[in-house]
């Protein structure tokens, strides 16, 4: 359907790609230096998981800013709206930490949209994680 790719940061090195297929997400990375073929990983979609909040003025403004790359995610009875084109807050392609995830929290008074803080030892971690992953696999 649609592919995306990118650098990751502060290299032209280590790039990403984002693959849209009928119902998930591909993600994979790929240095100049790896010796094996991308590996991708399964994100799905979920969007159904969304039901009438779809039409929420809200997710409809998500939706846009992300260009339609995004995934929905539930853990601990809590729904996310996970945009995919910042990828993971993490080199771990199966990690459910995206760099822009918003928690949906339906309220008497409509949605509440909150972003998921971010963590700077997670930051660190990601840096370092980075600068090993663009030496290669």
């Known amino acids: 359907?649609?592919?995306e790719t990118k650098p990751s940061p502060f290299n032209t090195i280590l790039w990403t790609a984002n693959v849209e297929v009928d119902d998930a997400f591909l993600i994979g990375d790929y240095s100049f230096f790896d010796s094996k073929p991308i590996q991708f990983y399964r994100h799905p979609k979920n969007h159904a998981a969304?039901?009438?909040?779809?039409?929420?003025?809200?997710?409809?403004?998500l939706i846009a800013i992300s260009n339609g790359w995004y995934a929905i995610s539930e853990?601990?009875?809590?729904?996310?709206?996970?945009?995919?084109?910042?990828?993971l807050l993490s080199v771990d392609p199966q990690t459910d930490k995206y760099a822009f995830s918003y928690q949906l929290k339906q309220t008497s008074e409509g949605l509440n949209v909150i972003e998921e803080p971010k963590n700077?030892?997670?930051?660190?971690?990601?840096l370092a994680d980075l600068w090993e992953r663009v030496l290669g696999n």
């Not at 969304?50 to 403004?61: C, F, P, S, T």
């Not at 700077?120 to 990601?126: G, I, P, V």
């Open 1 to 3: 359907k649609a592919i």
């Open 50 to 61: 969304l039901g009438d909040l779809k039409n929420d003025d809200k997710i409809q403004r």
């Open 75 to 87: 853990k601990n009875d809590a729904t996310y709206f996970n945009d995919l084109r910042f990828g």
């Open 120 to 126: 700077r030892d997670d930051a660190k971690k990601l």
